[in-house]
């Protein structure tokens, strides 16, 4: 007798992923508020770049992704040696908790931190540590309660998904001067580009002052991206050589790349995303709260509401909204089964979204 085949230990402990659902039933074109994506979609030089690359297609790209690099540290202001890209920042904190952590290792996380967060820990065989938040934000001290001699990562999304909420640039410093130097910190900061904050930093000064740091970005939010997948951290040297040992070859696209390059060059367009932004998702909240209902403060392009529960529930909500052809997010997964989480989209979007909620709640 054979035993059965079997994966590592944890891999099975492992609850897949759910992306916002996309389709409704009847609706050829739902809108589409339940994945964070960019209301106004990809610049037109993105757009150009990726379609300039469908003859080039029987070649491989630039397994290094250097224009990209390039760009990126011209851009940011920062060395490109130390950027390493990657298939979405999905891709990248999955290769950081595959390098640093492994059986008998723990992963620290906030409560509502972002899902890929555990999934990444569990596939490397590591344990989660779940340190308790306040007011849905990340609490530094709880966080640094939670380290032990066998915590290996610290996970923060800055600002974080799904709560929207985020860390001062101070208590991201107090939350890396707390840990050992063996513990990497994985600032996520995709959402930075939206975070009109003084008192907020994606984490830059702090890689730049520190080995164990390492900040992750997306093209996926501000830049519309999201359908090609790139993504880019930047880390202490050490850090980008282990990313750059345990990538793939050619882990970035040709379209994406060039894509990334393009949309990168086209300042204005993420200025108007940001404009668009600062307009929407107040006017959301406030539309909200004149309903009666509480909104989780948020700094991102998207923000939770509460239901009072019974027939006014999230489900219901969610339910209701998707039989008029409107998606939106449910949470449950994230310890936030009252709560529905919603993407700020395009003006009309807003609209419609504000003439069929009206009914959810009356
Ligand atoms: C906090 C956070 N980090 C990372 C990601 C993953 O982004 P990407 O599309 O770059 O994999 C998301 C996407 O929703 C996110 O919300």
Same mark, same amino acid.
């Given at each position: 007798? &054979?035993?059965a085949?079997?994966?590592k230990?944890? =891999?099975?402990?492992?609850?897949?992923?759910r992306g916002?659902?996309?389709?409704?039933? #009847?609706?050829?074109?739902?809108?589409r508020?339940?994945?964070?994506?960019?209301?106004?979609?990809?610049?037109?030089?993105?757009?150009a770049?990726?379609?300039?690359?469908?003859?080039?297609?029987?070649?491989?790209?630039?397994?290094?992704?250097?224009?990209?690099? $390039?760009?990126?540290?011209?851009?940011? #202001?920062?060395?490109?040696?130390?950027?390493? &890209? #990657?298939?979405?920042s999905?891709? %990248?904190?999955?290769?950081?908790t595959?390098a640093y952590?492994?059986?008998?290792?723990?992963?620290?996380?906030?409560r509502?931190?972002?899902?890929?967060?555990?999934?990444a820990?569990?596939?490397a065989?590591?344990?989660?540590?779940?340190?308790? $938040?306040t007011?849905?934000?990340?609490?530094?001290?709880?966080?640094l309660?939670?380290?032990?001699p066998?915590?290996?990562?610290?996970?923060?999304?800055?600002?974080?998904n799904p709560?929207?909420?985020?860390?001062?640039?101070?208590?991201?410093?107090?939350l890396?001067?707390?840990?050992?130097?063996?513990?990497?910190?994985? =600032?996520?900061a995709?959402?930075?580009?939206?975070?009109?904050?003084?008192?907020?930093?994606?984490?830059?000064?702090?890689?730049?002052?520190?080995?164990?740091?390492?900040?992750?970005?997306?093209?996926?939010?501000?830049?519309?991206?999201?359908?090609?997948?790139?993504?880019?951290?930047?880390?202490?040297?050490?850090?980008?050589?282990?990313?750059?040992?345990?990538?793939?070859?050619f882990? %970035?696209?040709?379209?994406?790349?060039?894509?990334?390059?393009?949309?990168?060059?086209?300042?204005?367009?993420?200025?108007?995303?940001?404009?668009?932004?600062?307009?929407?998702?107040?006017?959301?909240a406030? $539309?909200?709260?004149?309903?009666?209902l509480?909104?989780?403060?948020?700094?991102?392009?998207?923000?939770?509401?509460?239901f009072?529960?019974?027939?006014?529930?999230?489900?219901?909500?969610? $339910?209701?909204?998707?039989?008029? #052809?409107?998606?939106?997010?449910?949470?449950?997964?994230?310890?936030?089964?009252?709560?529905?989480? =919603?993407?700020?989209?395009?003006?009309q979007?807003?609209?419609?979204?504000?003439?069929?909620?009206?009914?959810?709640?009356?």
């Open positions: 007798m &054979c035993a085949l079997t994966p230990s944890g =891999i099975l402990e492992i609850e897949p992923y916002g659902e996309a389709g409704a039933p #009847g609706f050829e074109r739902p809108i508020l339940a994945s964070n994506e960019s209301a106004l979609g990809p610049s037109p030089r993105a757009i770049a990726y379609r300039t690359l469908a003859e080039e297609i029987h070649r491989y790209p630039d397994g290094g992704a250097e224009a990209l690099r $390039e760009a990126l540290a011209r851009h940011h #202001g920062l060395p490109a040696d130390r950027i390493v &890209c #990657g298939n979405g999905d891709e %990248l904190i999955g290769l950081l595959k952590a492994g059986p008998g290792d723990e992963v620290v996380m906030s509502h931190g972002f899902l890929m967060y555990p999934i820990a569990k596939a065989g590591a344990e989660v540590v779940i340190a308790p $938040e007011n849905l934000t990340a609490d530094v001290d709880a966080l309660a939670a380290v032990t066998r915590t290996r990562v610290v996970f923060l999304a800055n600002p974080n709560t929207g909420t985020y860390l001062s640039s101070d208590e991201v410093k107090r890396h001067a707390g840990l050992p130097p063996q513990v990497l910190l994985v =600032i996520d995709a959402y930075a580009e939206y975070v009109q904050r003084n008192d907020y930093d994606p984490g830059m000064a702090l890689v730049a002052a520190s080995e164990n740091v390492v900040m992750t970005r997306t093209f996926s939010k501000i830049y519309a991206l999201a359908g090609l997948r790139v993504g880019w951290a930047y880390g202490s040297e050490s850090i980008a050589d282990v990313l750059n040992r345990v990538r793939a070859p882990n %970035l696209n040709a379209a994406a790349q060039a894509a990334a390059v393009a949309a990168l060059a086209d300042v204005p367009a993420l200025d108007r995303a940001r404009e668009h932004n600062d307009i929407w998702r107040p006017w959301l406030r $539309e909200l709260m004149a309903l009666g509480t909104v989780n403060p948020s700094v991102a392009n998207f923000l939770i509401v509460r009072p529960g019974g027939d006014k529930s999230a489900d219901a909500a969610f $339910e209701f909204l998707k039989g008029r #052809g409107i998606l939106t997010r449910k949470i449950a997964g994230y310890h936030l089964a009252d709560w529905l989480r =919603i993407t700020i989209g395009t003006e979007e807003m609209e419609k979204f504000k003439t069929a909620f009206q009914k959810v709640v009356t």
